[in-house]
């Protein structure tokens, strides 16, 4: 059944046809949860919670984009509110720094279609996202944000409260490493390798 089908009857109150929603989703938002706040335990939380939301505002939900995408923008907000709860708290008991590269959250801009496909398609998805795992937090965050979630580099600043300069810095340096990581395990692409992820052009 297509999305939009089971997102009307959703809406009508059928909640299988929400469960079907939620399976057929629930991978690829774990595996955001998952790049932004690496934590396993805190990524599967943090995606129940994404769908509790979208359960709650599924009213509000006009079909503008995919289902799909729309949660993954709650997704993204989710996580990005809980990293800077938690930075909070690391700020009144700073055993560790985390150099403000969280804070905030803002709602990325919509994408044209599914923003994981590169990630779960081919053995190059596989290594990128193998890749991604090797970044620095602060580095794959950003990457993140920009790459998967689908935000403009303004957006990215105001999510991880840091300005639009260190924003462009953060990923190009996450793209260089990226690449590097992709040369050494002998994943390296020869299409697009200054964009290994799905940037479009004019973003940012």
């Given at each position: 059944?297509?999305?939009?089908?089971?997102v009307?009857?959703?809406?009508?109150?059928?909640?299988?046809?929400?469960?079907?929603?939620?399976?057929?989703?629930?991978n690829?938002?774990f595996?955001?949860?998952?790049?932004?706040?690496?934590?396993?335990?805190?990524?599967a939380?943090?995606?129940?919670?994404?769908?509790?939301?979208?359960?709650?505002?599924l009213?509000?939900f006009?079909?503008?984009?995919?289902?799909?995408?729309?949660?993954?923008r709650?997704?993204?907000?989710?996580?990005?509110?809980?990293?800077?709860?938690?930075?909070?708290?690391e700020?009144?008991?700073?055993?560790?720094?985390?150099?403000?590269?969280e804070?905030?959250?803002?709602?990325p801009?919509d994408?044209?279609s599914?923003?994981?496909r590169?990630?779960?398609?081919?053995?190059r998805?596989?290594?990128?996202?193998?890749?991604?795992?090797?970044?620095?937090?602060?580095q794959?965050?950003?990457?993140?944000?920009?790459?998967?979630?689908?935000?403009?580099?303004q957006?990215?600043?105001?999510?991880?409260?840091i300005?639009?300069?260190t924003?462009?810095?953060r990923?190009?340096?996450?793209r260089?490493?990226?690449?590097?990581?992709?040369?050494?395990?002998g994943?390296?692409?020869?299409?697009?390798?200054?964009k290994?992820?799905?940037?479009?052009k004019?973003r940012?």
């Amino acid at each position: 059944m297509p999305d939009r089908e089971l997102v009307e009857k959703a809406k009508a109150g059928d909640q299988s046809a929400f469960e079907q929603l939620v399976l057929d989703n629930q991978n690829k938002v774990f595996s955001l949860a998952l790049r932004l706040v690496n934590d396993r335990e805190e990524a599967a939380d943090l995606a129940q919670e994404a769908f509790v939301k979208a359960w709650q505002g599924l009213a509000s939900f006009q079909g503008e984009s995919s289902f799909a995408t729309w949660v993954y923008r709650l997704t993204t907000n989710v996580c990005i509110d809980h990293l800077r709860k938690q930075k909070r708290r690391e700020e009144v008991a700073p055993a560790v720094s985390l150099d403000d590269e969280e804070a905030g959250w803002a709602e990325p801009a919509d994408r044209e279609s599914d923003p994981q496909r590169l990630l779960e398609r081919s053995e190059r998805g596989k290594a990128l996202a193998r890749g991604l795992e090797k970044l620095p937090d602060w580095q794959r965050r950003a990457l993140v944000l920009r790459e998967l979630s689908g935000l403009s580099y303004q957006e990215i600043a105001q999510a991880l409260d840091i300005d639009l300069g260190t924003v462009k810095s953060r990923i190009a340096r996450a793209r260089l490493n990226l690449r590097k990581i992709l040369l050494e395990d002998g994943n390296f692409f020869e299409h697009g390798p200054s964009k290994p992820l799905n940037e479009k052009k004019g973003r940012g």
